[in-house]
């Protein structure tokens, strides 16, 4: 979740990781590098199944992303619509840090697009081992 540009690219490592998994089926040369890249970043940087279960969410069970969508597909996202990420979805336990992520990805696209605020709601009925909690540095944040 660094801001922190590559050399040469202009871009967050997170950004780039998440394009060569949106787009495997152009990009299935490099696929297996980003997999040894997840892998060595779940050995790393995730908290194991022990602290998972111990993690404690906000009273309301709900996380927050900040980013940005364009005006045309508003309409499609409501409450209540499933909707599956083709990428690592990074939220966080604090609003203000999904406000953070929403107006830097604004200021980059120039206004282009709405900047949103995600609110994703846990329903703790459904098994979270699909979700890791990345511990170090950052407090209370999740990643789908």
């Known amino acids: 979740t660094s801001d922190l540009k590559l050399s040469g690219t202009g871009r967050a490592f997170y950004s780039l990781l998440n394009e060569v998994i949106r787009e495997d089926e152009m990009r299935g040369d490099i696929m297996q590098h980003a997999a040894v890249l997840t892998r060595a970043i779940n050995d790393l940087c995730v908290a194991g199944r022990h602290v998972q279960e111990q993690i404690v969410f906000p009273n309301h069970s709900c996380v927050y992303r900040g980013t940005v969508l364009p005006k045309q597909h508003i309409p499609f996202f409501c409450v209540g619509r499933k ?10 336990f604090q609003k203000s840090t999904a ?7 604004w200021d980059a696209c120039d206004g282009v697009h709405a900047a949103v605020i995600w609110i994703v709601c846990i329903l703790f009925i459904v098994s ?17």
């Open 99 to 105: 406000d953070v992520f929403s107006q830097r990805a």
């Open 128 to 144: 979270m081992a699909h979700c890791q909690y990345i511990a170090q540095h950052i407090t209370g944040y999740i990643i789908y």
């Open 83 to 92: 909707y599956r990420a083709p990428m690592f979805l990074a939220t966080s």
